[in-house]
């Protein structure tokens, strides 16, 4: 086990109708709060009129600012950090799903820092305070309502980069199932992919021996595969949401992840893919997964047998261990699969035009590996990416 | 899932030698510390000259009281709670395990509060400020070490009584399984017993579905039982440490069970015995839990089954389900014994005359019931008792 430390402060506030009480939660960290949200979808669902009420009905000064899209652009975190400095905003209130969560955290270290916002995700800069960040999740997926982690989308170039700092950790999340009932089946299905990749960007490791987070890691993919279908068959079933929520909360709140090395080599090649192609993270997800197993499951088979037998139920083959390890594979790719996503670039709509140009980017024109259970140089992830076809 | 509000604050500081930051990482609460520790067991291994060069060398201003034994007591913690005002502490720290744990965190409401400390513990008042407590841990059981509890013995008619706030979770607490090695054999099976019954009080739930955290506490079960034999066999074993260190604070820092009913009748029954007795909190769970199950299991037999299957690998037996429940149930009991703790009362020198008075107490003569998944009166307690002789 590796040494580490680890400490999650948000409060996390779970239950049918909780967004009620946001007003008197958010009171506590000033009167003057930043309603930042996507779409509008917020509004069609009433949630919209919900919270202003709550805030309202508790005395604080709401400044709105909605229009975050699905990779969310600096462009508008720019305009954001703007309009918290003018309107000396408390704490930032995010009410949707990790876009938002995503864009309201990058403006919490953009407002009191005296540079371009963009420095924290390129690498020059580290943040060093930040305003408090709250959520109301309304789609499952991201994990950011309780990690310290951020994921924004620079337009020139579309770059879509990460940064994390325990800064980042909302003050509170308020997670109600019932605000999952309405989501598109397609957008359902893309946060099962990302709550499961969350959970084997952690898996796949070098470090040992790591017994229990191997249990709990493993206990969250079942319980994210025993429900899957239940809320994509019956979005209104309660009970099965509030299991596909809370697992998807913990498959990010990092503590199942800390005591080893992870990986995250899938993510950073799907950033390249969500980031020029501008598609859902979680379809990228379903992609690329499975052509990185493919590609590194010889690293350790012993560990891809494990995760076949204890997560899939796969039945051991005493004589085969590799056997037993891509059965595992297969499983997941199928797993994916019933839940309406593609698994292969062209699935997603992408031909290999820009392979050499994402695995360029991906790699920083081959000046950096990427992952940590195997280390990808250019050529492997252009090589992922060809096997994701 | 029931709804549910958590936040759990404590920084966790894992790994070989960390206990020579202490100094740095009290600092952050104050200069004047108390030093609070049990018999004197960490003069003998070293760890009292490492956290008192680490505290001076960060410039702290050190108070000590040691003494603290298991069952702590209310009286040593009066005598600390005066000495604290005296000397005008910032932060408590607590070298040792789950007692002196306790004791520090009763310390810590104590101080600022104008009536007697135990009034928390009976009941009669609710902590609204408390000194922070910071730990060391050297005994992994109690998980006291990131949870909000606190158990404290009064002399006076024997009385070990709990006390629960969001006020008593550690600062920061700093676990280095290297403490663990030179622990006694019985002290580490009592360890592992405690932890597991943290685990079973929160498993055995009405509450429905609980499909993660049902995942989550067989997880930690499982790991549990894979990583007890390692640590009583070679006790320098620091990677199976590791994992028993862990799993004794995630068994307890409640994340697992915040979203079910939990039981802790066992706990409750326990108290009676080493409130009385005096003897070893783990070793009296050996000997409830088992007797607990014999006689509640048919509340829910499918439960008891399911864990006997997840956990302890029974084989299913189809056509009787009561059978694969009884059989996990012998399973537990023949690990207890595996640890080389007893499982009955004549095995830790209780007979039967003062059963009655146990139950009576327990049960505040008959007027509450004890437990959530069974409700319990004093003839249950009686009956549990007399099944452990």
Redesign the interface.
Known sequence: ????????????????G?EKSVGKEALAYGCRVLLHYGGGSIKKTGLYKTVITSLKEAGIEVTELGGVKPNPRVSLVREAVELCREKRIDLILAVGGGSVIDSAKAISVGVPYEGDVWDFYSGKAAAETALPVAVILTLPAAGSESSDGSVITNEEGMLKRPYGSSLLYPVFSILNPELAFTLPKFQIACGIADMMAHVLERYFTNS??V??SD??L???M??IV??AQSVLINQEDY??W??IM??GT?AHNN?FGV?RENDWASHDIEHELSGIYDIAHGAGLAVIFPAWMKYNYRQDIDRFAQWAVRVWNVEEDFWSREKTALAGIQKFEDFLRSLGLATTLEGVGIDESRLEEMADKCTNGDTITKGGFVKLNKDDVLNILRLAL
């Open positions: 086990m590796d040494d580490f430390v680890f400490r999650n402060p948000t409060k996390i506030i779970f239950g049918k909780k040992k021996p017994g229990l249990r709990l493993e206990g969250t079942k319980n025993d429900y009970n099965s509030a299991e809370w697992s913990l503590l005591d």
